[in-house]
């Protein structure tokens, strides 16, 4: 049991599996559970920000939509601003995009041209590492941006896709790991 007053198997309870979605063959890890339970969400959002604490963040960069569940609390956890990774034509200003390719097909994430500053660092922040596609794609508009990737957190990792390695060599951490 940790702060939260909660175990990690209990945490494993409450993520849901949702076969054959989006589509066939994809097994969908469901987290509104975990986060519906007031223990659930503290230890995530506590569990991230633990880790990330020693670097130092000026910023946390999350993408649309599930990136917005924790990221601003954890943000907010870290004393960092937060910033959004939109899906395309969300944006009113000048943006800068990067295109990137999932495990079930292709998308694009845009942020604000103005959104970092040269030498921030950021920590890169979204629910699920998969194949690192989009977790990629976000240290690329960090790059762009003129920022830094300090480090990479997830909620869960799908350890067996191989998302990690991608993300190299930038420091990853991820709460909980499925290996199928």
Same mark, same amino acid.
């Given at each position: 049991?940790?702060?939260?007053? !909660?175990?990690?198997?209990? @945490?494993? +309870?409450? /993520?849901? *599996? !949702? ?5 066939? =063959? !994809?097994?969908?890890?469901? !987290?509104?559970?975990?986060?519906a339970d007031p223990a659930g969400l503290k230890w995530a959002v506590s569990g991230l920000a633990e880790h990330a604490s020693e670097f130092d963040v000026d910023f946390v960069l999350a993408p649309e939509a599930r990136g917005f569940l924790l990221g601003p609390a954890l943000a907010l ?35 604000? $041209?103005? $959104?970092? =500053?040269?030498? $921030?660092?950021?920590? /890169?922040? +979204? ?9 990629? $794609? ?7 941006? =003129? ?8 909620? @869960? ?21 499925? *290996?199928?």
């Open positions: 049991m940790d702060a939260s007053g !909660i175990t990690e198997l209990q @945490i494993r +309870d409450l /993520v849901r *599996d !949702i076969p054959d979605f989006p589509k066939p =063959g !994809i097994l969908f890890r469901d !987290i509104t559970p975990l986060i956890e870290l004393g960092a601003g937060f910033v959004l990774a939109r899906k395309p034509g969300s944006l009113p200003r000048e943006k800068v995009t990067a295109d990137y390719v999932l495990e079930y097909g292709s998308a694009s994430l845009e942020c604000h $041209a103005d $959104a970092l =500053g040269d030498g $921030a660092r950021v920590l /890169v922040h +979204d629910d699920l590492l998969a194949t690192g596609g989009t977790a990629r $794609a976000l240290c690329h508009l960090v790059e762009r941006l =003129g920022g830094t990737v300090v480090g990479c957190g997830f909620l @869960i990792e799908l350890a067996f896709l191989g998302g990690r390695e991608k993300l190299a060599p930038h420091e990853t951490h991820a709460l909980l790991s499925y *290996d199928s």
